[in-house]
């Protein structure tokens, strides 16, 4: 597969920074956990560790401290003074655990960052001294554009806060009623406020779907694209959070060109879905479903052929 993006760097440690500041602009959703899987400490090094490659900078400084050496302790200033860090795009501050980049370690962070369609350029000689500042800058090649992070919906926000307000007011008329005094005793029923617990998730799986529509499919194909592959993200994250519940993923398409083909296609992109969350996301597959329905269910029925008719759709299962 052609590379996506070339890393510039002066110096090794300044180019491993640099494959892991492109693969967070690849995959804006990643968090440092999922750093550390793409690029696993005990693959860099002969000898097999459970150490993770990067952490906070909050807790380099603790691990620092709690070293007690002159070596950590100059490495970690010089990292702060020269900005030997990534970003993650909620702001979280990232560090390399280890201090130096032996030729052999180095290799094997290139060779990990082929598998994510990233490479390195002939990298040029860094500035001598101390405490000098190293550079690296990302190319991105073939057409390829990083994807933007999809603004998350603040709908549940305005509807807790509507719930909020009808329960106030309903504290407030049961206060003024209690304020008078009554000809004769009376009985107050007060509707009981039921708040159903899966109506948060039902709304997210929702926005996901409609989401997931809008990163079309190729024609004819069943490949999911980078932005799908990002809106799955989310879901696999909904399903996390709701260990309870269950999907069917049902694939359909317009009425245009063969039956059977439209068939087969429905269910190849329903099962590429399906696949995704479970083979790279971690979900149970006894959780999901992936089901085609071809042409057999138009949406628009005035309109065999319309690209609303062209969708996957989510259904909790009970």
Known sequence: MASKVRVYAKSQKWAALGIIDAYIKMYPHATVDDLNKAFPLSALQETKTDEPLLVTVTEKEKIVKASKTTFDDEYFEEWKRTHFYVTLPDGTDL??????????????????????DIEIAKYEAAEKGFGKRGEYRLEYLNGYVPPVPAKKSNKWLWICLAALLIIAILIILLLMKGCQKPAEPQIVEVEKVVVVHDTLYIQQIAEIEKNFNAAEFQQGKADLSESAKFVLHDLAKVLEKNPELRLRLEG????????????????????????????????DASRLEAVGKGSSELKNTADPMAPENRRTEFIVLE
């Open 95 to 116: 560090m390399f655990t280890v201090a130096m980049w032996p030729k052999e370690m180095f290799e094997k962070m290139l060779a990990q960052a082929k598998l994510y």
């Open 252 to 283: 359909h398409t317009s009425a245009e060109g063969d039956a059977a083909f439209n068939q087969k296609l429905s269910e190849a992109r329903a099962q590429a879905a399906v696949a995704f969350l479970v083979e790279h996301e971690g979900i």
